[in-house]
């Protein structure tokens, strides 16, 4: 206990290295992964942790064979970035002169370059008087070796990550949005273009060294993609991903230096996928709890705007044309007209009742004072939305809204007006015109 | 160094995990899924560990299974993801396949004790060594691994054979497979199974690393070589055979030139699954980048040639042509411009000009041609002007650019609408 | 020689897109303070038109000056409008950030959108009658109050020559109403606007010029002179179809 409160105050010096390299690690790779979500090419960044294996390895060969460190951080992500760049090339390159689509070029990318590495990988495990073991830390990722230089290196290029995204905050905004528009104002959308790829390899490769290159993807997509349930604004979803990639970053890294069975870059991607599954379900813009609850909502509404409409469309049929008299409506009569089970339907009208909108008599269902008013504003909307469908088939679809309580409150006043002289002429009366069809039993 | 016994299993285990991949990689390319074939094959992971975990053993059964269920998940949660969250299908499965691999990974540091599996040998699998671990069969020693991944090759062709017409028409237009009752869900996950079994049976051999390569790359060098479905598939498992024995070859040829060790197959099967992609894409035949540039520069030069032709035509027409034309009255013919040498290079050679004391002349051959070439290019101009109303002092351009392409039925149509005219809208004679 | 440049001027431009040749040859003069119209069926390059003359998509040969100045010099003066498909309208922003896109130009590089730019983009807004939805976002809006957001961002821009690619695609008839107020206030403030419209029932009532496009321009000028069946008919009915085949072919070769 007293250990885990060590790591967690950061009072390791090592440890605290780790966690504040991490942390900003995160940060500069949910503000490059937003953009890179928007322009859609996400798994790109698995593509590019994918190519730099070849890299890293082969420079930690030429390294050794030249006499120098071959452990030195600098040099090796040197190595991944140059290789890095070559893949992302090479999904252009293939993009640009074949048939083949987006998907198809990463996956070569990914899978060749990677295959090449492991080749060169098992070779340097071979070199005599080398220990390689330390490579396979790129694959999965260790953060506990983190040195101070290279906690330096890795933040300083986060740092240059923030304020690149700084800078060109609105030229990578249009450019995401609208391409086209962004040309046509003058943008020059190539280089800016090869800006946000330049920051993806930065942050991909920054984070080979404790996430990993299989894992790194992840805190390129999982941040903005977790971000993107709490908000529609760009700066906020910017800031929030960054956010969430930090927390990652932190938490994980301080969480595996609790334990030793606790795999870094692992333990990261989880904290940031537990992160992802919150705001999926409460994120207060997309939280699929809200919609669903929502929906439900919404069905119940509908559900019961449709037994109060069908109530007094049946009584309608025995009054005359926009009345009801005394009449009371069948359960059997209800069932005909739409298609409910009678369980649901019992249901229903058990809510109905409870709600005063209908009483339940032995002659059937009657509407009471507050269920008339009530179904009747449903008919008449029903009704005048459905002429309008119909007198303005043109544009329409787009504008209906059938679950808005009154029409008024979408179309304008004018229009709802010239529909209902429009209905009355048609021989009813308001406040409740006859259906422009006849209601009949199906 | 000699090549073994083997040797001989290792390229063959090699050639049946890729033809079993290429199989089914042809149908994920179509459907533009080639990367959920790389996420499957990250997140069979957790669900080998796990099987490990619940049966204790290291059976096949259970490890299918648990791979099957998996590869089912990861289909379901990225459709799932996607849809509710409004999120785009590439960010969702970068959510899903991390997250579940990351939970791969953790469980097996956790129980490594418990569970004999290195994550390493998942990623590049140690295919070295699956020579040495034989049943014997009908008094023949044969490596399981051949014998795992023979079996999978053969469910795997026996489905697709089945279900043949239901994947391609699927693969094409979902919506309208759906329309005609075929289930394209049931399809998608039925695929997706098969991709996670293919992980599974090759995991232990060659590892997740050679099922991505070999699931998308001999696909994707079919699909640059041919246009039909199924000689896409023939072709993609050639590609695959031959990554497997070329590949087995070179990881152990090349380091011994260099004076090392040889290295890891797997890895050599996807460089040289790479390399064979690398080729295609450069020199197939329709689609190579060679291919299209070398068309371009073809059209070129047959442009030059077409445009020197109707120059030596003109100047024949202006008269004084009988001492030919000297090279700095060709260097004016500006619309040739760099291909113009180039183009009366090939024209020497076709025996349309000939050079004599530095002048230049038409062969009574060339002038056939340079006739026919003008004829065409006038033909066009009363075409323009007369019927598609352009202005007379504006067709030259739009006639030439017609020109070069105009040969068989539409310089028969040509004939047929315009034949008639005599004259050019600029008052000059069309030759016969 | 006093007369001032023309707002837009088009000589020999060509344009081969994806392989396939669909504009040749056009010639086009837009005189200032004018409505035109560019008309033609489908796949008659009308888009390609509006995008070749902003060097959206390369040309493959021609001439196009603004105001008798290359785009380069005159972008400021020039303002377009996409089609409202062009943008995945799920994207993270709100309308009024949408408009404010029209200004970064104004603003620069390395500089933030500032105070004196939201209020032009709120007033821009007001003028499509969309400034109680500054806030919302985009994937909130209709279609038409999509398309009046994105007339906005162009209005904001403050230029002399407008390019809208199918403002009216599918849009109510309220928000249809509007776009023509405002493209007729435009025009008596002296602007010029080019419009690529597909409803001829409108084209009499909207616009005073008329661009008749089916890969060449038929014919260009006032309504009452050139909006004629014959016109129409050379447009929209008989293909020339060795003139089709003939590029088809070029296409097949490129």
Redesign the interface.
């Known amino acids: 206990m007293n250990e885990a409160l060590r790591v967690l105050l950061l009072q390791d010096y090592n440890t605290r290295l780790v966690v504040i390299g991490t942390a900003m690690l995160g940060g500069a790779a949910g503000l490059a992964g937003t953009f890179l979500?928007?322009r859609?090419?996400?798994?790109l960044?698995?593509a590019v942790a994918h190519a730099t294996l070849p890299g890293v390895v082969l420079t930690f060969i030429l390294l050794a064979l030249t006499g120098g460190n071959p452990r030195s951080l600098p040099w090796l992500l040197g190595g991944a970035a140059v290789f890095g760049t070559l893949g992302m090339l090479t999904v252009v390159l293939?993009r640009r002169?074949?048939?083949?689509?987006?998907?198809?070029a990463?996956?070569?990318v990914?899978?060749?370059?990677?295959?090449?590495?492991?080749?060169?990988?098992?070779?340097a495990s071979?070199?005599e008087g080398v220990n390689a073991a330390g490579l396979?830390s790129f694959?999965?990722g260790k953060t506990a070796s983190m040195l101070m230089i290279d906690a330096v290196l890795i933040g300083g290029v986060a740092l240059t990550i923030v304020a690149v995204v700084a800078?060109f905050?609105?030229?990578l905004?249009?450019l995401?949005?609208?391409q086209?528009?962004a040309?046509?104002?003058?943008?020059p959308v190539l280089a800016l273009d090869v800006v946000l790829m330049g920051l993806i390899v930065a942050a991909t490769v920054i984070g080979l060294q404790s996430v990993g290159l299989?894992?790194v993807?992840?805190l390129?997509?999982?941040p903005?993609?977790a971000a993107?349930?709490w908000?529609?604004?760009?700066n906020r979803?910017l800031v929030l991903s960054a956010g969430i990639g930090a927390a990652s970053g932190l938490f994980g890294s301080a969480l595996s230096a609790l334990a030793a069975?606790?795999?870094a870059?692992?333990?990261i991607?989880?904290v940031a996928?537990s992160l992802?599954l919150l705001s999926?379900f409460v994120g207060s813009e997309?939280g699929?709890l809200w919609?669903l609850i929502r929906r439900w909502r919404l069905e119940r509404e509908v559900g019961m705007q449709h037994l109060l409409r069908a109530v007094w469309e049946l009584a309608e049929k025995e009054a005359g044309p926009g009345r009801i008299g005394e009449g009371a409506v069948g359960k059997e009569r209800l069932m005909q007209v739409r298609s409910w089970s009678g369980k649901s339907l019992d249901r229903l009208v058990r809510r109905a009742v409870r709600e005063d909108f209908l009483t339940d008599t032995p002659a059937g269902l009657r509407l009471t004072n507050r269920g008339e008013r009530n179904a009747a504003r449903h008919v008449r909307n029903h009704r005048l939305w459905e002429l309008f469908l119909i007198r303005?088939a043109d544009?329409?679809p787009?504008?209906v809204d059938r679950g808005a309580d009154l029409i008024e409150h979408v179309l304008?006043e004018d229009l709802v007006a010239e529909l209902e002289a429009e209905l009355s002429a048609n021989g009813s009366q308001v406040p409740v015109p006859a259906s422009p069809h006849k209601v009949v039993p199906t | 160094m000699t090549w073994t016994i083997f040797d001989t299993w290792i390229a063959i285990t090699g050639s049946l995990v890729a033809m079993s991949c290429a199989l089914l990689g042809n149908f994920l390319m179509l459907r533009r899924m080639s990367m959920m074939g790389d996420a499957i094959s990250h997140t069979v992971l957790p669900g080998l560990v796990a099987a490990f975990l619940l049966t204790g053993s290291r059976d096949v059964l259970p490890m299918f299974i648990g791979a099957i269920l998996i590869g089912l998940l990861t289909a379901f949660l990225v459709q799932a993801i996607s849809r509710y969250g409004s999120l785009d299908e590439g960010s969702v499965m970068g959510v899903v396949f991390t997250t579940l691999f990351a939970l791969g990974l953790l469980l097996i540091v956790q129980a490594a004790d418990k569970v004999d599996l290195d994550p390493s040998c998942v990623l590049y699998g140690a295919i070295e060594l699956t020579p040495i671990d034989v049943r014997t069969i009908l008094g023949h020693d044969i490596p399981i691994a051949a014998l795992t991944n023979g079996i999978m090759l053969l469910v795997n062709a026996i489905i697709v054979v089945l279900f043949y017409k239901e994947f391609k028409l699927t693969a094409f237009d979902a919506t309208f497979a759906r329309s005609l009752g075929v289930n394209s869900g049931l399809m998608h996950y039925l695929l997706m199974s098969l991709v996670a079994a293919t992980c599974v049976a090759a995991f232990e051999s060659v590892g997740s690393i050679l099922v991505i390569a070999m699931l998308i790359v001999p696909p994707a060098c079919a699909f640059l070589l041919t246009r039909r479905l199924s000689a896409m598939i023939a072709v993609s498992l050639i590609v695959g055979i031959a990554s497997a024995w070329g590949g087995h070859a070179a990881a152990v040829w090349v380091p011994l030139q260099l004076g090392l060790d040889s290295t890891s197959t797997a890895g050599g099967m996807a460089t040289v699954a790479g390399l064979i992609f690398l080729t295609v894409f450069l020199l197939s035949p329709r689609n190579g980048l060679l291919a299209q540039v070398a068309g371009r520069l073809l059209l070129s030069l047959r442009f030059a040639r077409i445009d020197l032709l109707g120059q030596f035509y003109r100047a024949l027409e202006r008269g004084g042509m009988e001492l030919g034309l000297e090279r700095s009255q060709l260097r004016s013919m500006a619309e040739a411009g760099f291909w113009r040498d180039p183009a009366l290079f090939v024209m020497r050679l076709r025996g349309e000009v000939q050079t004599a004391a530095g002048r230049w002349r038409l062969t009574p051959h060339g002038e056939l041609c340079a006739r026919r070439h003008i004829r065409t290019h006038r033909l066009w101009e009363s075409y323009l002007a007369e019927k598609a109303g352009m202005a007379p002092e504006k067709v030259h351009p739009s006639a030439s650019r017609l020109g070069y392409f105009t040969q068989g039925a539409i310089e028969a149509e040509l004939e047929r609408k315009a034949g008639h005219s005599q004259r050019d809208p600029h008052d000059r004679e069309i030759p016969e | 020689m006093s007369e001032s440049p023309l707002p837009l001027r088009v000589t020999d431009l060509t344009v081969a897109y994806q392989r396939r040749p669909v504009l040749w040859d056009i010639d086009l003069e837009i005189p200032g303070g004018t409505l035109t119209a560019v008309i033609g069926p489908n796949g008659a390059g009308k888009s390609t038109l509006i995008k070749a003359v902003l060097e959206l998509i390369p040309r493959t040969s021609g001439r196009v000056e603004f105001f008798g100045q290359p785009l380069a010099s005159a972008r400021h003066r020039v303002a377009y409008v996409p089609q409202r498909e062009s943008v995945d309208w799920d994207f993270p922003v709100t309308a009024l950030d949408v408009v404010t896109m029209g200004l970064y130009r104004q603003v620069g590089w390395f500089r933030r959108v500032g105070a004196r730019q939201r209020a032009t983009a709120t007033e821009a807004l007001a003028k499509v009658g969309m400034d109680s939805y500054a806030h919302r976002q985009i994937s909130q809006l209709s279609g038409g109050q999509q398309q009046r957001v994105f007339l906005a961002r162009a209005l904001a821009q403050d230029a002399e020559l407008y390019l809208m690619d199918e403002p009216f695609a599918g849009v109510d008839v309220k928000t249809e109403q509007a776009i023509v107020a405002i493209l007729k206030e435009l025009r008596e403030a002296g602007r010029t606007v080019i419009v690529v419209h597909h409803d001829l029932h409108t084209v009499r009532s909207y616009f005073d010029r008329v661009a008749l496009l089916n890969m060449r321009i038929i014919a260009a000028g006032p309504v009452g002179e050139v909006f004629n069946d014959e016109n129409l008919q050379r447009t929209y009915g008989g293909r020339l179809t060795l003139l089709s085949d003939a590029v088809e072919a070029m296409a097949s070769r490129r």
């Not at chain 1, 002169?97 to 198809?104: E, G, M, P, Y």
């Not at chain 1, 908000?231 to 760009?234: D, G, M, P, S």
Request: aromatic content about 10%.
């Open positions: 979500m928007l859609k090419r996400a798994l960044g698995d293939i002169w074949s048939r083949l689509k987006d998907d198809t990463l996956g070569i990914l899978s060749v370059f990677f295959g090449f590495g492991v080749c060169l990988l098992s070779i071979r070199l396979s694959i999965y800078v905050y609105k030229e905004k249009l995401c949005f609208d086209d528009f040309a046509s104002q003058g943008l299989i894992l993807v992840a390129l997509v999982i903005p993609a993107r349930c908000t529609h604004r760009l979803m069975n606790l795999p870059g692992a333990i991607v989880l996928a992802f999926f997309r699929v919609r303005h544009t329409a787009s504008r304008d």
